[in-house]
């Protein structure tokens, strides 16, 4: 039975997430995409952190960090209200509820600004999670990453419009 992590907080991303972020991105990777992925696939993946356009990722769009007694454990970034561009969250804490504490701030936040839909790229290794939160298939996709091709799904969650909601509660 693992250890109960103390109570994980969420707040905007800040500037100075950057390096912790990068290291969450490459850990989760190299860690929790080995059974889909070949090491050569992994590394070229991970190389998209060395781009600025990673860092302009997620400081343009909504970032959401998950944080364990102030260190940064996770994040999700939302481009548009639509589309969830990011989401990676530290093997360490992989399966205890971090995940979903971002998934689910995220879809909320997208539903009051008049989202009707949620749509990510997936890696194969993450399709369950989204699978369990509602998500769909809807084509297979592959990626040129350097010299490499990373298979990905994107999938897709309807959302219940906020009328809807407000009614249902």
Request: aromatic residues 8%; proline residues 7%; glycine residues 8%.
């Amino acid at each position: 039975m693992g250890q109960a992590l103390p109570k994980p907080g969420l707040r905007p991303f800040l500037p100075s997430d950057l390096a912790a972020l990068v290291d969450i991105f490459e850990e989760s990777i190299a860690e929790l995409t080995g059974d889909d992925y070949s090491p050569s696939q992994q590394e070229a993946w991970i190389a998209l952190a060395e781009d600025e356009a990673f860092a302009q990722k997620l400081a343009q769009g909504l970032t959401l960090v998950a944080t364990v007694e102030g260190s940064p454990v996770g994040f999700i970034a939302l481009k548009g209200n639509e589309v969830i561009e990011l989401f990676h969250v530290h093997p360490a804490v992989a399966g205890q509820g971090i995940g979903t504490m971002l998934y689910d701030a995220v879809e909320k936040l997208a539903g009051a600004r008049g989202a009707a839909r949620l749509v990510a790229e997936v890696s194969d290794n993450a399709q369950p999670f989204f699978q369990k939160h509602g998500f769909q298939p809807q084509r297979r996709n592959t990626l040129p990453l350097g010299d490499e091709w990373l298979g990905t799904t994107t999938m897709e969650k309807r959302l219940t419009p906020q009328e809807d909601r407000r009614l249902s509660s």
